[in-house]
């Protein structure tokens, strides 16, 4: 579990908790929304609000090239010994249509696995579908950034 709890953190985050960027002021507000409690869910470990946010056969691919499902990526971001620092996520890209949306971008993440701290640049996506007029993540895909 110690490395999964690794591997998950080096898959996220679609925004973070600063300040929307312009382009995030064009989403619908419940996607919006949806976004920014994810990104909380993430740093509180909240694993109800994650179970409500990512759906059923939610997919990740991490960034060592690992798939997990739903319930490992809410065992990882709920573990002992797990924090995450906020971030702000830089180059960002977002596309929408009326039910999904990717977003995605380069963030560096940083906190403590298994009470060990880390830091980690990654490139992700997060897909995101409006299932049941609820807002869900359906797929992640995160790649490691080297280090120059």
């Known amino acids: 579990m110690k490395g999964t709890v690794?591997?998950?953190?080096?898959a996220f985050g679609a925004t973070s908790l600063h300040a929307a960027p312009p382009s995030?002021?064009?989403?619908?507000a419940d996607l919006a929304q949806?976004?920014?409690e994810f990104d909380r869910a993430?740093?509180?470990?909240?694993?109800?609000?994650?179970?409500r946010l990512l759906a059923d056969d939610y997919v990740l691919v991490n960034s060592r090239a690992q798939l997990e499902n739903k319930a490992d990526f809410i065992n990882d971001y709920t573990a002992p010994g797990w924090?995450?620092?906020?971030?702000?996520?830089?180059?960002?890209?977002?596309r929408q249509w009326n039910d999904g949306a990717v977003l995605g971008g380069a963030v560096?993440?940083?906190?403590?696995?298994d009470g060990k701290?880390?830091?980690?640049?990654?490139?992700?996506?997060?897909?995101?579908?409006?299932?049941?007029?609820r807002w869900q993540v359906i797929f992640t895909q995160a790649t490691r950034v080297p280090t120059p």
């Open 117 to 133: 701290p880390f830091k980690v640049r990654l490139r992700f996506a997060d897909i995101w579908r409006k299932r049941d007029r």
């Open 108 to 113: 560096t993440l940083q906190g403590l696995s």
């Open 6 to 10: 690794l591997m998950a953190i080096l």
């Open 83 to 94: 924090k995450l620092m906020p971030y702000v996520v830089e180059d960002e890209t977002i």
């Open 24 to 28: 995030h002021a064009q989403l619908p």
């Open 34 to 36: 949806a976004v920014a």
């Open 42 to 51: 993430q740093m509180k470990g909240d694993g109800h609000a994650l179970a």
